[in-house]
T-cell receptor, first 117, second 110 residues
Framework: GAVVSQHPSRVICKSGTSVKIECRSL??????MFWYRQFPKQSLMLMATSNEGSKATYEQGVEKDKFLINHASLTLSTLTVTSAHPEDSSFYIC?????????????FGPGTRLTVL | EDQVTQSPEALRLQEGESSSLNCSYTVSGLRGLFWYRQDPGKGPEFLFTLYSAGEEKEKERLKATLTKKESFLHITAPKPEDSATYLC???????????FGQGTRLTINP
């Protein structure tokens, strides 16, 4: 149980284009989803928290117009990197919390490696 | 400010050599402490949740313990497949997000 998938696993795009990453909870309803980015040999950096049906809450320093987050259903959240530039190249990971579990664990997806040329 | 500090940064052990990883935390109020394992190029895998001082959880060769200031992840007779980065995170009361430590890169040599 508590499986989270991400698509795509890898994406390469040209500078200036937009990229959409999907995060799905496969066997539970995710009332809250989180988006992180991770640089090589560093820990996870939280970008935003999204609750189903509500606007995402962005962490300080994260541009909400650049990183668009949509959590339209209890099993799907998307992150769109708009007008991507090489500095946006990173490993993006989503996580989800099961609203019906007593615990507060976050279950993570496998990550998406974004390379902007 | 809520902080999580993990030590050591990296640890190299021989197969079968038991050891412990440390996670020290300073938070306004602890809702839960979480341990994750992360393999290179993958998302973190959930291991344990601890909620109150004195609590312990075990899974195969891993055992997590919690005090009011720190948590330990004890690894008994590790195998090479236990090599990974181990991440500790805390959830503060009243907040949804996790605050992560920098992780400990564990390498088990055969």
């Amino acid at each position: 149980g508590a499986v989270v998938s991400q698509h795509p696993s890898r994406v390469i795009c040209k500078s200036g284009t937009s990229v959409k990453i999907e995060c799905r909870s496969l066997d539970f309803q995710a009332t809250t989803m989180f988006w992180y980015r991770q640089f090589p040999k560093q820990s996870l950096m939280l970008m935003a928290t999204s609750n189903e049906g509500s606007k995402a809450t962005y962490e300080q320093g994260v541009e909400k117009d650049k990183f668009l987050i949509n959590h339209a259903s209890l099993t799907l959240s998307t992150l769109t990197v708009t007008s991507a530039h090489p500095e946006d190249s990173s490993f993006y990971i989503c996580s989800a919390r099961d609203g019906q579990r007593a615990g507060n664990e976050q279950f993570f997806g496998p990550g998406t490696r974004l390379t902007v040329l | 400010e809520d902080q999580v500090t993990q030590s050591p940064e990296a640890l190299r052990l021989q197969e079968g050599e038991s050891s412990s990883l440390n996670c020290s935390y300073t938070v306004s109020g602890l809702r839960g402490l979480f341990w994750y394992r992360q393999d290179p190029g993958k998302g973190p895998e959930f291991l344990f949740t601890l909620y109150s001082a004195g609590e312990e959880k075990e899974k195969e060769r891993l055992k997590a313990t919690l005090t009011k200031k720190e948590s330990f992840l004890h690894i008994t007779a590790p195998k090479p497949e236990d090599s990974a980065t181990y991440l500790c995170a805390v959830q503060v009361k009243g907040a949804q997000k996790l605050v992560f430590g920098q992780g400990t890169r564990l390498t088990i040599n055969p």
